[in-house]
Protein backbone atom coordinates (compact mmCIF):
# COMPACT_ATOMS: atom_id res chain seq x y z
CA UNK A 1 0.00 0.00 0.00
CA UNK A 2 1.67 3.61 -1.17
CA UNK A 3 1.38 5.96 1.95
CA UNK A 4 1.87 9.14 0.41
CA UNK A 5 2.18 10.73 4.20
CA UNK A 6 5.79 8.57 4.98
CA UNK A 7 8.68 10.16 5.39
CA UNK A 8 12.22 9.91 6.63
CA UNK A 9 13.59 10.43 10.26
CA UNK A 10 16.19 12.65 8.57
CA UNK A 11 13.22 14.34 7.17
CA UNK A 12 11.87 14.57 10.15
CA UNK A 13 14.68 15.63 12.12
CA UNK A 14 15.11 18.20 9.82
CA UNK A 15 11.36 19.74 10.25
CA UNK A 16 10.97 19.84 13.64
CA UNK A 17 13.92 20.79 14.65
CA UNK A 18 13.78 23.91 12.38
CA UNK A 19 10.90 24.67 14.09
CA UNK A 20 12.30 23.96 17.82
CA UNK A 21 15.26 26.02 16.92
CA UNK A 22 13.22 29.36 14.88
CA UNK A 23 13.16 32.59 17.50
CA UNK A 24 9.31 32.83 16.68
CA UNK A 25 8.71 30.08 18.11
CA UNK A 26 10.68 30.02 21.24
CA UNK A 27 9.16 28.89 24.66
CA UNK A 28 6.25 27.29 22.68
CA UNK A 29 4.73 23.94 23.01
CA UNK A 30 7.53 21.54 20.97
CA UNK A 31 4.90 18.45 20.80
CA UNK A 32 1.41 16.99 21.51
CA UNK A 33 0.47 13.29 22.35
CA UNK A 34 -2.76 11.64 22.59
CA UNK A 35 -3.42 8.48 23.47
CA UNK A 36 -3.98 5.56 20.40
CA UNK A 37 -7.27 4.58 21.57
CA UNK A 38 -8.80 8.15 21.50
CA UNK A 39 -7.19 8.40 18.26
CA UNK A 40 -8.76 4.87 17.22
CA UNK A 41 -12.43 6.62 18.68
CA UNK A 42 -12.07 9.05 16.01
CA UNK A 43 -11.05 7.09 13.53
CA UNK A 44 -14.06 4.08 14.14
CA UNK A 45 -16.70 7.20 13.39
CA UNK A 46 -18.82 6.18 10.60
CA UNK A 47 -17.87 7.90 7.75
CA UNK A 48 -14.78 8.86 8.79
CA UNK A 49 -11.83 8.40 6.37
CA UNK A 50 -8.97 10.97 7.88
CA UNK A 51 -7.82 13.05 10.70
CA UNK A 52 -7.26 17.02 10.42
CA UNK A 53 -4.76 18.67 12.89
CA UNK A 54 -5.48 21.92 14.24
CA UNK A 55 -3.02 24.14 15.70
CA UNK A 56 -4.85 25.66 18.70
CA UNK A 57 -3.74 27.58 21.94
CA UNK A 58 -5.18 25.82 25.52
CA UNK A 59 -6.74 28.18 28.22
CA UNK A 60 -2.70 28.58 29.51
CA UNK A 61 -2.51 30.44 25.61
CA UNK A 62 0.09 27.88 25.04
CA UNK A 63 0.17 26.01 21.58
CA UNK A 64 -1.91 22.47 21.63
CA UNK A 65 -3.65 20.48 18.56
CA UNK A 66 -7.26 19.73 17.87
CA UNK A 67 -8.13 17.05 16.42
CA UNK A 68 -11.19 15.61 14.07
CA UNK A 69 -12.29 13.25 11.65
CA UNK A 70 -12.81 13.87 7.93
CA UNK A 71 -15.50 12.42 5.84
CA UNK A 72 -14.88 11.24 2.10
CA UNK A 73 -15.75 15.26 1.01
CA UNK A 74 -13.11 16.49 3.42
CA UNK A 75 -15.27 18.06 5.75
CA UNK A 76 -14.39 18.08 9.11
CA UNK A 77 -16.85 15.43 11.66
CA UNK A 78 -17.56 18.19 13.82
CA UNK A 79 -20.76 16.44 15.61
CA UNK A 80 -18.62 13.83 16.06
CA UNK A 81 -15.78 12.95 18.32
CA UNK A 82 -13.11 16.09 18.79
CA UNK A 83 -9.69 15.62 20.91
CA UNK A 84 -7.25 17.62 22.67
CA UNK A 85 -6.32 17.40 26.51
CA UNK A 86 -3.33 16.28 24.87
CA UNK A 87 0.11 15.60 27.20
CA UNK A 88 2.20 18.60 25.77
CA UNK A 89 5.96 18.74 25.98
CA UNK A 90 7.30 20.14 27.90
CA UNK A 91 5.98 18.87 30.78
CA UNK A 92 5.76 15.96 28.97
CA UNK A 93 8.09 15.12 26.40
CA UNK A 94 9.69 11.78 25.26
CA UNK A 95 13.41 10.78 26.63
CA UNK A 96 16.00 10.82 24.58
CA UNK A 97 13.66 11.64 20.92
CA UNK A 98 16.10 12.18 17.93
CA UNK A 99 12.97 15.05 16.71
CA UNK A 100 14.19 16.77 20.11
Not at 17 to 29: D, K, M, V
Not at 63 to 74: K, P, R, S, Y
Request: net charge negative.
Amino acid sequence: MNNKHLITLSEAQEMTHAFQNSSQFQNLTKACMIDKNAYQQVIDQPGCVGLRTYFALNSSQMLTIVVVGVDENGNDLTSGIILNKSDDCPTFCANNSLLM
